[in-house]
């Protein structure tokens, strides 16, 4: 007697956590954009609007059947946390050094901080990979560079508003296609109101 025998291969999914640019912002970093187009003949690559955020934890890839239990365990993680603020600090290339990428870098925050180190060290069971972990810089990557040159100049402008409000943290999967990368929100994590914790920071 045969007896058929069916592997199921569950794939993962890449997922990270987001904080979403609101609209009023994404239209100053446009003007950005506009002002350093001088930067095309650098093979300079922009973010899509649609894809400008702000990374709080990279995850990795995700098993699907622990989809579930990760958001389940980032929601009551989330409860104990205000709802906080990013304030715009400056655009800036990364690194100087070895030029990559263009930011609009954050202040630094605590809430921020703190929520980034809880997240990994509650949720390193479920990463395939595991990333080591330091002090995250709030950030959001507005280019990547293909051909660098230590001449690089930015022009840089004060960016108005200069306030992300975050009531809410999105849990984000990335997928690459032949056009570019996709992201996709699978879920939206509410953090409690402002507290006196957050207007401190």
């Known amino acids: 007697m045969l007896y058929a025998i069916f592997i199921i291969v569950m794939t993962p999914l890449r997922l990270f956590l987001a904080i979403p640019v609101p609209e009023s ?16 003949k650098l093979s300079v690559r922009w973010t899509p609007e649609k894809n400008l955020h702000v990374t709080l934890f990279f995850l990795g890839d995700i098993l699907p059947q622990n989809i579930t239990p990760l958001t389940q365990l980032l929601k009551m993680t989330f409860s104990d946390f205000p709802s906080f603020y990013l304030e715009f600090e400056k655009f800036v290339i990364q690194s100087p050094q070895d030029p990559r990428m263009i930011w609009a870098q954050m202040k630094d925050c605590e809430v921020f901080a703190q929520l980034s180190q809880k997240v990994f060290h509650l949720c390193r069971k479920f990463m395939e990979e595991k990333f080591p972990q330091k002090r995250q810089i709030p950030h959001i990557t507005l280019a990547r560079l293909r051909d660098v040159s230590p001449l690089l100049k930015i022009t840089s402008f004060p960016l ?19 056009h570019g990368v996709q992201y996709t929100c699978l879920e939206k994590l509410l953090l409690p109101q402002p507290s006196r914790m957050s207007k401190e920071s």
């Open 25 to 40: 912002i994404k239209r100053s970093l446009l003007q950005f954009q506009i002002k350093n187009n001088h930067l095309e």
């Open 160 to 178: 108005t508003p200069n306030q992300i409000d975050v009531p809410h943290i999105e849990l984000w999967q990335s997928q690459r296609f032949p």
